[in-house]
């Protein structure tokens, strides 16, 4: 015979599974820095013993990140759709005017576009190092809740964590 479980035993069963479904995806950022080309970029690629910059044959300065893939999905996923309200001028919760919000979106239209292909790349990156597809945490979930360390960067009050902000991992050449 089969074993048979209860009711509540199978319940909480289904609630461990779903936690485990949405909990963090452990990975890496690597920050990829040429000191002759002064170029800073970032991929999902571990290479072990280093590597140079195919430009300038230069060895690279790397800096790998440990993120939580979740997390930084689910925070490029809520920029994603704060840029795309601004592309809308459907910014209800700001507190610019109607008039000061157009203006401010008719002066930064390439800027937008340029920041929304960002954060698609950004999430395309993130499917690559968890191998997956990734569902984003719960609308509630707090980024500094969980220690993950969120600034906001941009007038368009979109935010990044600190992963994602390369000064801080190699000195500045003067
Ligand atoms: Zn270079």
């Known amino acids: 015979m089969g074993k048979v479980i209860n009711l509540s035993e199978w319940r909480s069963q289904s609630k461990e599974k779903a936690k485990a479904k949405l909990g963090p995806i452990p990975g890496f ?22 590597r140079v910059h195919n430009k300038c044959g230069t060895l690279i300065q790397e800096a790998e990140v440990a993120i ?12 994603l759709k ?3 309200a601004w592309q809308k001028q459907n ?3 700001s507190n610019a005017s109607q008039k000061e919000v157009n203006e401010i979106v008719g002066r930064a239209k390439h800027l937008l576009d340029q920041l929304k292909a960002g954060e698609q790349e950004f999430q ?9 597809k990734i569902e984003p945490y719960p609308e509630d979930w707090d980024p500094q809740e969980h220690g993950v360390d969120m600034r906001i960067v941009h007038p368009f009050g979109i935010y990044f964590s600190t992963a ?11």
């Not at 800073?40 to 290479?47: G, H, K, Q, S, V």
């Not at 395309?124 to 997956?132: E, M, Q």
């Not at 994602?164 to 050449?173: L, N, T």
Request: hydrophobic share 30%.
């Open 82 to 84: 704060i840029l795309e």
């Open 29 to 50: 950022l690597v920050w990829l820095h040429c000191p002759t080309c002064k170029t800073t970029e970032y991929t999902e690629l571990r290479i072990p013993g280093g």
């Open 68 to 79: 939580d893939v979740r997390a930084e999905y689910t925070v490029s996923h809520r920029n």
């Open 91 to 93: 910014m209800e919760s």
């Open 124 to 132: 395309h990156r993130l499917r690559l190092i968890a191998g997956k």
């Open 164 to 174: 994602r902000q390369p000064d801080q991992y190699f000195p500045r050449e003067q």
